[in-house]
Structures are given as structure tokens and as C-alpha cells.
């Protein structure tokens, strides 16, 4: 089965900190981008992180300094650490392939990317 599968949310006092993990299966012959969305409730879903095939990350200015993106090739699945954690991160927090991919053989076109998982709560009190 083709799927990302979102795990480590919860709830958590604010400062306090989780860690999310991103688990991708059936994504085969292919390498993705990997990137970290939230959704709040009555809001836009949002940017909040992402890391390149060659490894290179990026966040968005809010969760910048706080939140740390990483991978595990070899588990094919990407984290998300998160410290220091504000009421105004509460939010569903999805994972999705890409934007870039690139096939690791020639000729195999990738399939896969804008793949999205179902998402994990994260909610952070005062």
C-alpha cells in the first residue's frame, strides 16, 4: 500500500515539545522532498517545513529556531522535532511528498509526489 502515515501528536503544555514522525511505504525507485503542513481550525492550511532530496530544509518564520526538520533514509521516514511549543501551534500537522522527486531509474518516472498523509493533532495549551 502507497501511504504516509502521521504519528507522535498529542496534547502538551505550552514550552513543552513532541516530536512527529512521517512514515512513508510503497514509495519505491523514487526519492520526494518531504514537507510538514498544518491546518488550525477555521484557518488556511500553512507551510511549516520542509527538506530537500540533497538534504537542504527550510521553515517558515514562526516555527523557525523552534521546530527541526530531519530524515531517516533507511526508515523512509522524516521528522519533525518540535520545542518550545505556543498555544498558536495547535493544529493538524500533515506530511506530504514533495514538490520535487527524482527516480533513481532511468526511464521510471515517479508517480507519488503531492501524496499527503492523514495528519496528526497537535495541541498546545496555555
Known amino acids: 500500500q502507497v501511504q504516509l502515515v502521521e504519528s507522535g501528536g498529542g496534547s502538551v503544555q505550552a514550552g513543552g515539545s513532541l516530536r512527529l514522525s512521517c512514515a512513508a511505504s510503497g514509495l519505491t525507485y523514487c526519492s520526494y522532498d518531504m514537507t510538514w503542513y498544518r491546518q488550525a481550525p477555521g484557518k488556511e492550511r500553512e507551510f511549516v517545513s520542509g527538506?530537500?532530496?540533497?538534504?537542504?530544509?527550510s521553515y517558515s518564520d514562526s516555527v523557525k529556531g523552534r521546530f527541526t526538520i530531519s530524515q531517516d533514509s533507511a526508515k523512509n521516514t522524516t521528522y519533525l522535532q518540535m520545542n518550545t511549543l505556543k498555544p498558536e501551534d495547535t493544529a493538524m500537522y500533515y506530511c506530504?511528498?514533495?514538490?520535487?522527486?527524482?527516480?533513481?531509474?532511468?526511464?521510471?518516472?515517479?508517480?507519488?509526489?503531492?501524496?499527503w498523509g492523514q495528519g496528526t493533532q497537535v495541541t498546545v495549551s496555555s
Open positions: 506530504k511528498t514533495g514538490p520535487g522527486s527524482r527516480s533513481r531509474l532511468s526511464g521510471v518516472k515517479c508517480f507519488f509526489n503531492n501524496l
Open positions: 527538506i530537500d532530496i540533497d538534504g537542504s530544509t
